[in-house]
């Protein structure tokens, strides 16, 4: 059966960056927030990193690039292929496989001292069963005392305001401007929307618009929380985006100790 968030992430994989003004600099930015919280956390790197939802890079080149051991996994075959390649042409060493973050375990044996899952990945996961499969999937690829990271969206206050709009970047490099935003729609439970991203770019009178569509759950923090707890992570925290400098909430959470 077609999985339409892996549709929705195959054809975005060419145009990903450009939901960033600048995405080198979102690269050397997220990856410099993460790394701070994870040497406060657990240590320095060399570390053990997996980014189970690693999609064109964002975070774990970052990562790769500070020093971190990172093997990086997601559902999209073009999007691993396109870090794969952004990766080499950065110098990062780092390895790549596909992985259902749901099941983890079927093509990643290892542990790790961290496992992320960053820019709102886990909203992709639309039941609690989703979200239940995918802590317990997170937690048997840890280490004992090993660091959960993962960001999503602000949805505590989003469902208050059901927002349609949201500008995402715009950047003007000499003779060729490129604008993205989305256009959310939201069925009626009031906490699922399709998720319809439009990239323009162009210049004078030529001018070309891709479009690309998704579907979303707005994950709230308790309840993101509580399916962590269950799948038998502990010591669960929030931080914000005004004391970490990431630009979403984050989550943290610790594998027990043996
Ligand atoms: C918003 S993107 C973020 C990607 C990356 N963390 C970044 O910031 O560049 C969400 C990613 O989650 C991946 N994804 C969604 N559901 C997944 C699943 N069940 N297993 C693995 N990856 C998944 C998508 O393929 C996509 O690459």
Sequence with gaps: ??????RFYDRLARDYHLIYADWNAAIESQSRAIDRIVRREVG????????CACGIGTQAIGLA??????????????ALKRARREARSR?????????????LGRSVSSTFDVVICCDNSLAH???????????????????PGGLFLASIRDYDRIVREHPTFTPQALSDVPGNLRLSFQYWKWH?????????????????????????GGLSHALL???????LRRG??????WLMPARTGYHQPIVIARSPAR
Aim: charged share 30%; proline share 5%; no cysteine.
């Design 1 to 6: 059966m077609p999985n339409p968030v892996r």
């Design 44 to 51: 320095a790197p060399p570390l053990a990193l997996l980014d």
């Design 65 to 78: 690039l500070r020093g971190y051991r990172v093997h990086a996994t997601d559902l999209s075959g073009p």
């Design 91 to 103: 110098g990062a060493q780092l390895t790549f496989a596909h992985a259902d973050l749901g099941d």
């Design 125 to 143: 996961m639309m039941t609690a069963r989703d979200l239940a499969r995918a802590a317990r999937s997170v937690r048997a690829r840890l280490k």
């Design 188 to 212: 009626r439970d009031g906490r699922t929307y399709d998720q319809h991203l439009f990239v323009v770019r162009g210049r004078g009178e030529r001018w070309t618009i891709r479009h690309y």
């Design 221 to 227: 923090r308790g309840e993101l929380g509580e399916h």
């Design 232 to 237: 038998g992570l502990a010591k669960i925290r």
